[in-house]
């Protein structure tokens, strides 16, 4: 899933570096927004957006890429869409904060030294967002792992995650140790893997580029 979130955020944050301070403005608030509405909020209007009649399915039968309608919904490929959307802004908001602060002269030096827009930016600017990164991954692995209510809505029955197979041991089937060794599994995992990102985001040489 982070990998999906780094993906949607890449051409986002690469507007955001070249934009003014208008569109800046802009696209802080547009990110800044979903954050306000409320987690189940969000992922029930992903329901009406991936369903069979939504928007989704009914552009793709309209542009003639569909020969029927069709659902997203209870399906990996919707989860991902809709995990990618409401994770986004937390991977953007400490690169953007990063980005503010940047120093553009350093991009200067490079295409001065003869390297090109994008190896001059990949050279000067993205060692400087590095740690930055590093943290909006730690907060959407974080997220999206424990996202119980997102992964039932979307992902049903059919798709099951340790965060439901806990919930389905307690609640349904009754099987408390079985519960309690899978939620210290999910803990333990998460919090390594937390740990490793966050290790590395204060690693010397990236506070150095920080």
Same mark, same amino acid.
């Given at each position: ?78 989860? +991902?869409?809709? #995990? ?6 937390? @991977?953007? !908001?400490?690169?953007? =904060?990063?980005?503010? *602060? ?81 939620? +210290?599994?999910? #803990? ?6 937390? @740990?490793? !990102?966050?290790?590395? =985001?204060?690693?010397? *040489? ?5």
């Amino acid at each position: 899933m982070t990998f999906f979130v780094s993906l949607a955020a890449l051409p986002l944050v690469m507007l955001y570096w070249h934009a003014g301070k208008r569109l800046r403005g802009l696209i802080l608030i547009c990110t800044l927004l979903p954050m306000l509405t409320a987690n189940v909020v969000r992922t029930f209007a992903w329901v009406v957006l991936l369903g069979r009649n939504g928007p989704i399915s009914q552009t793709l039968l309209g542009l003639g890429l569909t020969e029927r309608p069709f659902s997203l919904l209870f399906s990996e490929t919707g989860l +991902i869409i809709a #995990l990618v959307q409401i994770e986004l802004p937390l @991977l953007l !908001l400490p690169v953007f =904060a990063v980005l503010n *602060r940047a120093d553009r002269k350093t991009l200067e030096a490079a295409e001065v030294l003869g390297a090109g827009r994008w190896r001059a930016w990949f050279s000067a600017i993205f060692p400087q967002i590095i740690p930055a990164v590093l943290a909006g991954w730690v907060l959407v692995f974080a997220s999206a792992t424990t996202s119980y209510v997102t992964q039932s809505v979307i992902g049903g029955a059919r798709l099951i995650y340790l965060p439901q197979f806990v919930y389905r041991e307690v609640g349904v089937l009754f099987q408390w140790p079985m519960a309690a060794a899978i939620s +210290i599994l999910l #803990l333990a995992s998460t919090g390594v893997i937390m @740990l490793g !990102l966050t290790m590395l =985001a204060r690693h010397e *040489r990236l506070q150095g580029h920080a």
